[in-house]
């Protein structure tokens, strides 16, 4: 009989042991927040006050090229030249100069606010004049300033290409662009941004994209849940203002982590968005039809010329003239008529495929269904 009670016994506390395991899960996930359906990050949709990039800018020369670069009229080049040497020691005469060899570019970077003395950056370097290829160019030391004026960086180095140029006095072959090339680590920081992310009291968040009040409320409560308090507080439908919580005072890289990570299911209207440059048409998953019938059909009229020669009798004082002769084809489509009533996205698109719609014809009959008040979407035409 004991050796029954402690079997028993045994039983309870494994089960007990294991409701215990199911009910922390439960409580975990209760207090996380249940990720909701086609969730993306928070930061895939958000950018965060004091993250973000900070535009660097520079006029440098390049140098080394094969007989590629500025031609005798781009002045600034030459100017610029004349200038570099003269600091140099190096007395010149502008008229003298051919600076084929020599292309004046523009430099630019993007420097984090989290960036560092000593840290590198890559660097893009664009042709100002009429240099025809940058391939095998050294960029001379060139500072990098941003919009306040101060030297932020400073580049130098070997130019990489991703295409070539040759040509010939018949013959030009080319690939890609070859008057833009990049440097990999070809800058140094030497100043930081004078900001303190740390001690910020509190975060602005900005949603990217169309601004839409749910998202921006989805986005309040699921960051008070994570938390655990009413920090958050939407502004309007692309600002959430929020406070930090005490715990997270001058120590705000955890709490960054945290709300970065959150799962987000983002709305927007719905929205048709055509492109009639290429034909390209895309429809939003919200876009809804109305009781609405649709009649597609092609009428394509060919009209043809064929001239013909009348040739006068032999001795019978006429004149060769020419007397046309118009041939004329009609031919019409008569596809079904289709009716749609509260149709979704996929039986819009079915429904339009079925009776041969082409992207032009799709276009044509959005633009008609939206005029007829039956497209539920704003239709955009970029």
């Known amino acids: ?78 100017r610029s030249l004349t200038n570099m040497l003269e600091k140099m020691g190096v007395s010149v005469n502008p008229a003298t100069l051919k600076p084929k060899n020599t292309a004046a570019v523009m430099v630019t ?13 890559d660097v893009t370097i664009s042709s100002m004049g009429d240099a025809k290829s940058l391939l095998g160019g050294v960029l001379l030391v060139t500072p990098l300033r941003g919009l306040d004026g101060r030297v932020y960086a400073v580049a130098q180095g070997s130019l990489t290409l991703g295409g070539y140029s040759a040509e010939g006095q018949a013959a030009t072959a080319q690939k890609n662009i070859t008057t833009v090339a990049r440097i990999p680590n070809g800058a140094t920081i030497e100043r930081e941004v004078p900001f303190q992310f740390n001690k910020q009291e509190g975060l602005t968040i900005n949603l990217s994209g169309t601004p839409d009040f749910g998202t921006a409320m989805q986005v309040v409560g699921r960051i ?119 149709a979704t996205l ?15 014809d799709l276009i044509s009959i959005l633009r008609t269904l939206k005029s007829a008040g039956s497209l539920h979407a704003d239709l955009e035409v970029i």
């Open 224 to 342: 008070n849940s994570a938390i655990g308090g009413n920090y958050a507080k939407a502004m309007d439908g692309a600002t959430i203002q929020m406070n930090i919580p005490p715990k997270f005072q001058n120590n705000i890289v955890p709490l960054m982590a945290s709300l970065e990570n959150l799962d987000i299911s983002p709305d927007s209207r719905a929205r048709v968005v055509v492109d009639e440059k290429t034909g390209t048409v895309v429809l939003g998953g919200y876009v809804r039809l109305t009781k609405v019938a649709v009649a597609h059909g092609n009428l394509q009229i060919v009209v043809s010329e064929t001239p013909n020669v009348s040739q006068p009798g032999p001795f019978s004082q006429g004149q060769t003239v020419t007397t046309p002769q118009s041939n004329v084809k009609v031919k019409e489509q008569n596809n079904r008529l289709l009716l749609m009533e509260g």
């Open 109 to 121: 970077a993007r420097m984090p606010s989290s960036a560092r003395p000593g840290s590198p950056l």
């Open 346 to 360: 996929q039986e819009l698109v079915d429904g339009l495929n079925s009776v041969g719609a082409t992207p032009r």
């Open 1 to 78: 009989m004991q050796r029954i009670n402690s079997y028993n016994d045994r039983f309870r506390r494994e089960r007990l042991r294991t409701l215990g395991v199911i009910l922390l899960c439960l409580m975990f996930m209760i207090l996380a927040g249940v990720a909701p359906a086609n969730a993306v990050r928070l930061k895939d949709i958000a950018s965060f006050s004091g993250v973000r990039n900070n535009e660097l800018v520079g006029y440098g020369l390049v140098v080394g090229l094969s007989g590629t670069g500025d031609g005798t009229t781009s002045e600034f080049t030459i």
